[in-house]
């Protein structure tokens, strides 16, 4: 029971890790920009998400006289919305700041990054954003059923995350390998400039990476808001390194490496709260997985030599 | 075109960037008091009066503004003296030293101008210099929101006793900074409330950590420091200044013990300790109290601030079937827990403590804060008139429910506020504060009396959610328990 309930719930954690380093994955292979900011979008994309939830539900309640259906649908109107925001915040990201720092040395774009992260904490901490408190996202499962088995339990919560994740990595990996602009995306990741001789439209390329990477980390947002029932300004504070362990330990820049390496991450994590108990708080877990696999592979997971 | 909206959004950029980093922790703005008066005020090269007033010239009635307006504004103007505040001996002083000066003033005219001058501009007429006590509690970062209520709540109690007259006519003045719930940070603060402010004495809103920080520098500076609601052991021990409001953590984990055993009537128990301060010294005091009682603890384990998946721990917890669990942690933690406790099936009854005690637990955990039971200084179906004030007032103000953190900020005010009125010096506040006995202006109270090292001693209130509102569960009155 325990086991089989401990890699559940790990599956669950795993593809938050996994929706919020992507996004990462993707910027840093084609701009090898370290994009700190990227958690500000995430933490962006629930805050949209909420605003639009609850503007759905009210907009719906009353018109469908079913509480509970108007909050499953309001989930489903604010998700779209809040990814789309988020895609576009990570565009302007790109326009506003990465455009100009590019090819400079990279500790002025990491500088840049964290200046913006730091920014767009203290915007949605303020009073006419999201404020200094903790806002219920109570979506509850979105219409998701329950799954019980003999081993494992999986909450309707759970299940949405689950299938929300899959559905979204389905639509990433067919972008990236069965269209041109992903083949473009893919080249321009080996070597931007090579990929801009033989016409590949590198500046297309990007906008696209950070709009996908963006759109992604505002589908994390929402859905982490949901399972914790939780948003919040500093939400972002947590992924903000720990999305780098996933991206590192992946291999920098490879994204099945990145879904690798989410997985493992969320089940060490798991199982050594669970069985070793109060021996080191989970973030410490994360760095100690990861410097204990670069000592055996330097280059990460699935990394490239 | 491309270029000119770029440049827009750099402006808007811009302007966000200034608006973000106009520090949020203002002093609350003070309302300009007069300028204080250096008694006895020295003027400045005046000029000998060349046309001297004739005595006898002076109205029947000897009226003093009239006196004040002749004789006093030939050699200097009147602003200087409108802006003073004298008592009785000292506008004497400064009269007679007119006189000598050449003011041609009579004997009668001379005491018609005193007694005028000290009913006009006296001590107790003009608003006197306002008392300045200063405040700290995170505005930023995590726990902002507790920052928050805390300021809030301590604004509201100095708006009460300024409307109320002030102390000994003097208004109270807040003057609050950030500390970001982090410990250098409160310790910065707090020099600059010693060393620039020049406050009377301090109040932390902050958690235990920043608290501990701050601590040494006031009892180092002689300036005395009330911890609203950070309950750590440490923080009183620093010394003879500090004092404290809120219930200290190991008493208040004795009587999460004895509501386990006694009231739950619960045998097996669960620890769940948050690694801080103010979790390691609760379940220090729980575990103390169990093994007294005979509790059996059958599980016990430690989890970061900031865990959002108890997942992990509530599987390995639920085979071992305890009765209870004892939670240390804050609301939104314990939010976390709860919720997925219920996923998960965990029978057992959940136990907080004040960390719990916030509007936002119920916000964040939805139905299934419902039958939890925490320990807490604020009772909200107390009795007592000021616990409701504070309640109603509080809504009306900040339209929101308040909670124990804002509750103990306000009670700092409140008893700092008592202490003031027996004098504003250092040894005065100490002496008053420790002489304080069944003290009832206050919102977690009543306060029976401080003990030797400097704790509150008061009645623990517990209370349990209900229909989504934290209502009455038990009270602990015992004074073994309840005294340090």
Known sequence: MSIAQNLSNAMVLASTYILIAIGLTMVYGVLKVLHIAHAGVYASGAFIGLIAFNFAREFFTPLLEDARLASNLSFWFSLPIAMLVAGVMGVLIYLLVYRYTWGKSPTISLVASVGLFTLIQDLLQKPFLLGPRQQPYPAGGAGMPRIETPWFTLTPTQVLILVVTLVLLAIVYFILNRTRIGLGWQAAALDPEMAAAVGVNVTRVILLNFFIGSMLAGAAGVLVGVYDNMVFATMGDVPSYKAFVVVVLGGLGSVAGTIVAGIVLAIAETFMVAFAGSLMPRDAIAFLVLILLLMFRPRGLLGRA | ?484
């Open chain 2, 1 to 484: 075109m491309k270029k000119l909206l770029t440049l827009a959004f750099l402006v808007v950029l811009t302007a966000l960037i200034v608006s973000c980093a106009t520090p949020t922790p203002t002093p609350v703005p003070p309302t300009k008091a007069p300028e204080p008066t250096k008694a006895p005020a020295q003027p400045t090269a005046a000029p000998q009066p060349t046309k001297a007033p004739e005595p006898t010239k002076a109205p029947a009635a000897l009226d003093g503004a009239a006196l004040l307006q002749e004789r006093c504004s030939t050699c200097h103007n009147l602003d200087r003296v409108k802006s003073a505040t004298k008592s009785k001996d000292q506008w004497t002083a400064t009269v007679e030293r007119m006189i000598s000066k050449g003011a041609k003033l009579n004997d009668a005219e001379k005491s018609a101008l005193i007694e005028y001058l000290a009913k006009t501009y006296g001590a107790a007429a003009a608003p006197a210099e306002p008392i300045k006590i200063g405040f700290f509690s995170p505005l930023t970062g995590p726990t902002a929101a507790d920052g928050q209520s805390a300021l809030n709540a301590a604004k509201l109690a100095v708006k009460f006793i300024n409307d109320a007259g002030g102390v000994n006519g003097r208004k109270l003045e807040l003057i609050n900074y950030d500390d970001a719930g982090k410990p250098d940070q409160a310790a910065s603060v707090a020099r600059k409330l010693i060393e620039s402010d020049k406050v009377v004495a301090a109040i932390s809103g902050a958690y235990s950590g920043p608290t501990r920080a701050a601590a040494p520098v006031f009892q180092q500076a002689g300036v005395v420091m009330l911890s609203a609601y950070a309950i750590h052991p440490d923080i009183t021990k620093t010394g003879d200044k500090i004092f404290r409001i809120g219930t200290l953590a190991t008493i208040q984990g004795r009587v999460g013990a004895e509501l386990v055993a006694k009231n739950l009537k619960a045998k097996k128990v669960a620890i769940l300790t948050i690694d801080n301060d103010f979790g390691v010294s609760l379940t220090a005091g729980f575990k103390e109290q169990a093994a007294k009682l005979g509790l059996e603890i059958v599980f016990e384990q430690k989890y970061p601030f900031g865990e959002k998946d108890f997942r992990p721990i509530i599987e390995k917890m639920k085979p071992l079937n305890p009765d209870a669990v004892y939670a240390t942690g804050y609301f939104a933690e314990a939010a976390q827990l709860v919720a997925q406790a219920k996923d998960a099936g965990l029978k057992a009854q959940i136990v907080g403590q004040e960390g719990y005690d916030s509007p936002q637990f119920i916000k964040l955990a939805g139905a299934n804060a419902e039958g939890v039971i925490i320990t807490t200084d604020l009772n909200r179906d107390s009795k007592e008139a000021m616990t409701q004030k504070f309640l109603t007032e509080y809504k009306k103000a900040y339209n929101e429910d308040a909670d124990m953190v804002g509750a103990s900020a306000f009670d700092a005010v409140q008893v700092l506020a008592y202490a003031l009125k027996q004098g504003t010096t250092t040894d005065a506040i100490q002496k008053a504060i420790l002489g304080l006995k069944n003290f009832k202006d206050c919102a977690t109270g009543p306060f029976l009396y401080y003990d030797a090292s400097r704790e509150l001693v008061r009645p623990v209130s517990s209370q349990i959610v209900k229909n989504g509102k934290f209502t009455f569960y038990a009270e602990f009155t015992d004074p073994k328990l309840i005294a340090p």
